[in-house]
């Protein structure tokens, strides 16, 4: 016999071959057909290696994805614009101010506080500040958050009237002008303390600045 004739099973190899059941392909159930070993001239059946791949490969499909049959699923999640945000509106009892950060060696998302109000740029005192006021601070100017705050004038020191001293925020305000202190210029400190913050990069989505102060300042 030639090594690549191919023989019918006989009921003897049948008997030694595996009977696949689903979810192998019906296919595979039955007696397949082997080859003649060139070394020893037996048939070497297919069957039990086959029958053994098949199942394997059946069962590792469902196997695969059955680890994500349990994850939730939601696809209105992606379809949905992202929401537009609304700036919290200060009490209208409460001064209109604006805010800037200026100073030296800075990130355009750090610097020296300073509130536009009366009329005039002024700075902030360092006494009593905290992170909850740098956070107001931030979030006015259209930043996620505040990282930090400096103290003693660390941007350098400012120009004109230090128009806020020992501010106390919540953290929750919408303006800074919403938060106590001793009142519009009433202080005792000197610009060596004016104060500083550091923002978060990230930016407010959809911040929209109000600028019907700022078109007033010359």
């Known amino acids: 016999m030639e090594a690549s004739k191919v023989l019918d099973k006989s009921k003897a190899a049948e008997s030694s071959c595996c009977f696949c059941t689903p ?10 057909r082997g080859i003649i070993s060139p070394k020893t001239g037996m048939e070497r059946p297919l069957c039990s ?3 053994s791949c ?3 490969l059946a069962l590792l499909s469902p196997l695969s994805l059955a ?4 994850w939730p699923h939601y696809p209105e999640y992606f379809q949905q614009p992202a ?23 800075r990130k355009h998302s750090e610097g ?27 979030r006015e100017l259209g930043y996620v958050e505040a990282k930090s705050w400096t103290a003693s ?5 400012g120009e004109g009237p230090i128009w806020l001293d020992n501010l106390h925020c919540t953290g929750n ?35 929209k600045f109000d600028n019907s102060l700022i078109n007033q300042i010359e």
Request: hydrophobic letters at 35%; charged letters at 20%.
């Open 49 to 51: 290696h086959l029958c």
């Open 67 to 70: 680890q994500y049959d349990s």
């Open 23 to 32: 979810p192998v392909p019906p296919s595979c159930a039955g007696p397949l």
């Open 112 to 138: 020296r506080v300073e509130v536009y109000y009366d009329g005039q740029w002024g700075t902030v005192c360092d006494d009593d500040f905290s992170i909850h006021a740098a956070h107001v601070v931030c």
């Open 153 to 157: 004038s660390s941007y350098g020191k």
């Open 173 to 207: 305000e919408a303006t800074l002008a919403a938060c106590t202190s001793n009142g519009w210029g009433v202080t005792d400190c000197k610009h060596t303390e004016d104060v500083g913050v550091v923002c978060s990069d990230k930016r407010i989505p959809g911040f």
């Open 54 to 56: 098949l199942a394997m």
């Open 83 to 105: 929401p537009e945000y609304h700036q919290p509106q200060a009490p209208a009892n409460v001064a209109k101010i604006q805010l800037r950060l200026a100073g030296q060696k």
